[in-house]
């Protein structure tokens, strides 16, 4: 079975903090992804990863930043955080050539800044 | 304009009725579509996934159907439960050059079984 685990479930944090969200999978997947997910709005893509080093803009990247150092491990940092950031935040690992295979999402994380 | 749209919004129904999920999607070029159920609190987990020659998948009680014509898929959920209670998420997939492509989410029908 496919295992991508997220480093926290539930987060709160202080405006202006440098946030870090990790995620972890086990199978060897080339693609990992970063999503918010906000009631009403559904999941929106923010960073995405094809290989080590390698990073690819989604469709709100705005006030993220990413790290890919290692092919199981990929790292959303919030690099100052806002209370507009607050949301939950879903992993996601595929196969290369992720519009065509199962994406497999982590538990997500429940980030909340005040 | 890419866009996955779904009905109803959110349902209710009791044990063991049976209920059908609706899904709309102006996608182009259509590569796949795919079903998750969400349960509160968790991250999606797939439920279904069609090419364009499939017209239906089944997964237990869920079963989807596919009409790449009119492009509109459906999900029947059969003898309902209280574990059914959950989001369900339709994501259509276009195919970008190359290797490319893109993942577009709907934004969910929530689905309360009652006892």
């Known amino acids: 079975d496919v295992k991508v685990t997220q480093s926290s479930r539930y987060l709160v944090k202080r405006t202006g903090e440098k946030v870090f969200l990790e995620c972890v999978q086990d199978?060897?997947?080339?693609?990992m992804f970063w999503y918010r997910q906000d009631p009403g709005l559904g999941l929106r893509l923010i960073y995405f990863?094809?290989?080590?080093?390698?990073?690819e803009k989604g469709d709100i990247p705005e006030g993220y930043s990413v790290s890919r150092e290692k092919k199981e491990r990929f790292s959303l940092i919030l690099e100052s955080a806002s209370t507009n950031q607050t949301s939950m935040y879903l992993c996601?690992?595929?196969?290369?050539?992720?519009?065509?295979?199962?994406?497999?999402f982590g538990p997500g994380t429940r980030l909340t800044v005040t | 304009k890419n866009q996955v749209e779904q009905s109803p919004q959110s349902l209710i129904i009791l044990e063991g009725k049976n209920c059908t999920l609706q899904?709309?999607?102006?996608?182009?070029?259509?590569?796949?579509l795919r079903w998750y159920k969400q349960d509160t609190g968790r991250g999606p987990v797939s439920l279904t996934i069609m090419t364009f020659s499939e017209n239906t998948k089944s997964n237990g009680r869920y079963t989807a159907t596919l009409d790449a014509d009119t492009k509109q898929s459906s999900l029947h959920i059969t003898a309902s439960q209280l574990s059914d209670s959950a989001s369900y998420i339709c994501v259509v997939s276009a195919h970008g050059s190359g290797n490319t492509g893109k993942l577009i989410f709907g934004q969910g029908t929530t689905l309360q079984v009652k006892p």
């Open positions: 199978m060897d997947h080339e693609n």
């Open positions: 990863s094809y290989d080590v080093k390698m990073k």
């Open positions: 996601a690992s595929s196969l290369r050539g992720h519009f065509m295979y199962e994406q497999y």
């Open positions: 899904c709309n999607y102006t996608v182009s070029p259509f590569s796949n």
